[in-house]
């Protein structure tokens, strides 16, 4: 469902992560959103650097407002596996490390998203996970009375068309966790999600990268550096100019929905094969009889994106 009216709240849930960072920096950049909380999850990196990360990105943002709250360090049953091959060991090569001002947060990022939420009025609170669904399924678990507080859910996972990133038929955020992955896919609430048949379209090529080193902020410092370490590993796997830039495109869907296209199918998760652990089964044709439970996004305008994406950027001061 789009943005209409007045600031919708917010909770992003990520794993930090250079697109993790981009999506952080599009999400603050746009003053539609009201950002109750970034809570954080082990995924692309250990919980202790995605946290931390998260926080690097929120003092380069200007926005050491924003509280920041840890998660899960590990899925709710598998054995957690990182991405340091993607992301390097920091999980945002490309720019300095320090230790950050934005503190972080005493209170476990699912009691937060919990409390949240109960304190939230019905039907009012968008939850953008973009790394493993862990800390989402988790809080549902503990207190399912949260789930008529959620308006939406707009997930960074997935893919059916374009096959796996992790293993032949799995991305790397059902991979992780796919049991949390289908506990959020049946928690009843509308689900939109965003896959790598639409992540893969929006490929972040020289050309993107070098109109937003020209913005000449320190922001843009910081993205270029994050987005050509990003870029090396994926160009390569997949001999494309440029990586698919996946995160940001949630919060894309939510400020111009209309640059994407999605359809209601029914969507499951691989919990038992190890050969096929994560996949998402879309019944894009409706053969299976099995009710719709998401909004399968499967294209994307990318220069509408891109605009989208730079005109934002463009908002940090200098
Ligand atoms: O498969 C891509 C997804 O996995 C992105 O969210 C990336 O940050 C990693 O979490
Ligand atoms: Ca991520």
């Not at 199918?265 to 719709?292: I, K, Y």
Request: charged share 20%; with cysteine; proline share 6%.
């Amino acid at each position: 469902m789009p943005l209409t009216g007045p600031k919708i709240p917010l909770i992003i849930d990520c794993d930090p992560g250079q697109d993790d960072a981009v999506m952080l920096l599009l999400a603050f950049a746009s003053d539609e959103f009201d950002i109750l909380g970034v809570t954080t999850v082990a995924g692309n990196v250990p919980l202790e650097l995605t946290q931390r990360n998260a926080r690097i990105i929120s003092d380069i943002a200007g926005r050491s407002d924003v509280r920041v709250f840890a998660g899960c360090d590990q899925p709710l049953q598998r054995k957690l596996v990182t991405a340091e091959y993607v992301h390097g060991k920091t999980g945002i090569d490309g720019i300095e490390i320090f230790e950050p001002e934005t503190p972080l947060q005493k209170t476990h990022a699912v009691d937060f998203i919990i409390e949240t939420l109960m304190a939230s009025d019905l039907d009012s609170v968008t939850l953008v996970p973009t790394g493993p669904l862990t800390n989402i399924a988790l809080a549902m678990r503990r207190e399912p009375g949260i789930l008529p507080h959620i308006k939406q859910v707009v997930l960074m996972g997935g893919a059916v068309r374009e096959g796996g990133n992790t293993t032949s038929s799995a991305e790397f955020n059902i991979y992780v966790d796919p049991h949390a992955a289908q506990e959020v896919l049946h928690c009843g609430r509308p689900v939109t999600v965003v896959p790598l048949d639409v992540t893969h379209q929006a490929l972040v090529k020289p050309g993107i990268v070098d109109r937003i080193r020209q913005l000449d902020t320190t922001v843009a410092q910081a993205t270029v550096g994050m987005l050509e370490f990003f870029n090396r590993f994926d160009s390569h796997k997949y001999g494309t100019e440029g990586a698919p830039l996946h995160d940001p495109c949630t919060i894309a869907w939510l400020l111009k929905p209309d640059l994407f296209r999605g359809k209601s199918c029914n969507v499951e998760v691989e919990t038992d094969s190890e050969l096929t652990m994560g996949h998402t089964a879309v019944d894009f044709w409706q053969v299976t009889g099995r009710p719709a439970n998401a909004t399968w996004l499967y294209d994307i305008d990318k220069n509408g994106f891109f605009e989208l994406l730079i005109e934002r950027l463009s908002r940090y001061a200098s």
